[in-house]
């Protein structure tokens, strides 16, 4: 069985929140202790004393990296933003016809300039992500294959990145924690060398881009 020590690092950890907030001392730990008693209690079945976990937690904050200056540092102070507006997000069972069906729109989308449109390939599922104006292409073209899900008015923020980042540890969650911060809610998000893009619900661009902004001019 986990002791409390163990279980309430695992909390911590698992939350953004409570590690920022404990790497900070913005989190008054007796507090803290109280409100985590009921789920380690649960969790351990039996009583947990607040003590116990004050002290916990106390030795998690302690452990945690201290903030550094250059936490969000993207090695460049001219990073680019750009927005796609009015996608659609297709997710397809994959099978053995569907390379096919992916070489196919791929040739039907290349005269059409200006228009957006990638295919990511995982282990299971494939996910199409398309201009508006290509929702019929497709369709079309992926017509006999599976599809698991679709979700329209999508927007797209694509943040540029300096080469340098691949060798950044931590890069990634310090810009999603930031938007984490914002409550601001991932569709998707894909990543190359030197972009970072997000998938966004359409009342929400406004508030990434503002976060994003700030993080490129730091």
């Given at each position: ?8 690092e695992r ?10 907030g404990?790497?900070r001392?913005l989190i ?13 209690e649960?969790?351990?079945w ?6 116990a976990?004050?002290?916990a937690?106390?030795r998690?904050?302690e ?16 990073g680019?933003?750009?927005t796609?507006t009015?996608l ?21 989308a ?5 228009a957006f ?5 995982g ?11 290509l929702?019929g292409?497709?369709?079309e073209?992926f ?9 329209d008015n999508l927007?797209?923020v694509t943040?540029h ?13 310090a ?7 914002d ?5 998707n ?8 893009t ?7 661009t406004g508030?990434?881009f503002?976060?994003l ?6």
């Open positions: 069985m986990l002791s409390i020590a163990t279980k309430v909390i911590v950890m698992e939350s953004s929140f409570l590690t920022e404990l790497r001392n008054n730990l007796s507090e803290l202790a109280r409100q985590l008693q009921p789920q380690l649960s969790d351990m039996k009583p947990v004393g607040q003590a976990v004050v002290m937690l106390r998690v904050a452990r945690l990296p201290e903030v550094s200056r250059h936490e969000m540092a993207l090695a460049q102070k001219t680019e933003l750009t796609r009015e659609t997000e297709y997710t397809y069972r994959y099978s053995d016809s569907i390379n096919e069906c992916h070489r196919q729109l791929l040739a039907k290349e005269p059409m300039r200006g449109v990638t295919v990511t390939r282990v299971n599922e494939v996910m199409v992500i398309c201009s508006r104006v929702t292409m497709v369709e073209v017509a006999n294959e599976r599809l698991l899900a679709r979700q927007n797209a943040l990145l300096n080469p340098d980042t691949s060798r950044t540890p931590g890069i990634y969650h810009i999603l924690k930031q938007l984490a911060w409550k601001i809610n991932l569709v998000m894909i990543c190359t060398y030197t972009e970072l997000i998938l966004l619900e359409q009342n929400q508030a990434a503002t976060v902004s700030k993080i490129v001019t730091q």
